[in-house]
């Protein structure tokens, strides 16, 4: 048995990265487990809104160390065909590739005085009021004072500790993507952000995320929707929709079998129960993803972030007289800093996706009304806040609120 720590964190992605740096700093003994060795793949379309630079400073200079593609223009096209295109003053999203970004994320953790252990795949777990014990498939034990589980939506924690009974195929995206080198496909504007909705049914979607060297081009929707409605297999799809987005002028080259990797995006919103004792939940497997633009690295980041804080402040304090625990304290920053935009989002999934209309509604106002598009492009740089954006799209839409809330409620 590996020496006891003050916290296993399962999961070296975003979330547990994160966690593990900020509880190092902390002071915290932190084990960092992760299945794989690094680097190692992980799908997914690779953009970072701005604004976490702003959440997380130290990022910036961080960035540096390895490819990155800074983007300023957004196309949003809705399900008729009609597009818009915003424009920001000043980047808006960071495009980078998941095999190297989640390695720097590791990297920053060791640095910070986490101790990385890679080839650790959970087999089991255990928790009661004294600790955890984690025992991964070939044998191995480790012990601590707590946990991180951020071992994603595909992840054994939250099941072996009852904490999430697994996803509604309502609940979760099927994303279909490839990451190809520019050499065999490329965007033929490499500068624009592209993202269309209605692509194989009402709540599907397509996208463009151009990097440096790379391009991720990908396809997905409800996985309920692909079970009940599509008839292709999932490569079929993305070989459909490569082939559609040449006709149109927008890419050159032929899709990659080879760079093709299906998987699940969680977006039912937060699993009911992300922290529970000794035990916190961050990143996908919390389901702290944005159910309506599928982006999940900034949530990820900031749940990590929050559960080392609220282990931080508890260290030490076994007496439950002492009043709040770091379960407690978790749950209550997530839902002070995320909560209500996550909760939102589902809520205008639920209400958009239901009728192409309403999506093509969005689009026409995106280049109607420009000044709701300043305010969306103020909130993904991080100039304006969550709560600040909700009130100006409020103030300039108000009935949008009252349609959104029968329609989830019929949902």
Known sequence: MAAPADV???????????AARSLALGGARVQLLERFRFPRNKPCGGGITTRALRRFPYL?????????HYISKLYLEGPSGRGVVLTSHEPAVVMIRRLEFDDLLARLAVEAGAELIEDACVSQVHADDEGVRVTTRDGREFCARYLVAADGVNGIVTRRLGLHPGWDAAGVA??????????????????????SYGQGGTNGYGYIFPKRDHINVGIGCLLSHFREQI???????????VSELRRRGIVEGES????????????????????RGRVLVAGDAGGFVNAYTAEGIYYALVSGDLAARAVIDDRGIDDPRRGTTAAGRYVRAWRREIGAELRDSVLIQ???FRDASRIDGVVSS?????????TI?????????????????LARFPCVVVRMARGALAG
């Open 8 to 18: 296993i964190v399962v999961g070296a992605g975003p979330a547990g990265a994160t």
């Open 60 to 68: 910036g200079a961080a960035l540096d160390r390895i490819t990155t």
């Open 174 to 195: 099927l994303d279909m993507m490839e990451e190809t080198p520019n050499e065999r496909l490329r965007a033929l504007e490499p500068g624009t952000l592209w993202v």
């Open 231 to 241: 008839h292709l297999a999932p490569y079929q799809m993305q070989q459909r929709f």
């Open 256 to 275: 990659s079998r080879e760079d093709f990797t299906p998987y699940h995006i969680p977006v039912g919103g937060p699993i009911r129960n992300t922290a």
């Open 350 to 352: 639920k209400y958009l």
């Open 366 to 374: 995106a280049d109607t009304y420009r000044q709701a598009a300043d």
């Open 377 to 393: 492009i103020a909130y993904a740089t991080g100039t304006t806040s969550y709560a600040e954006a909700r009130r100006r799209l």
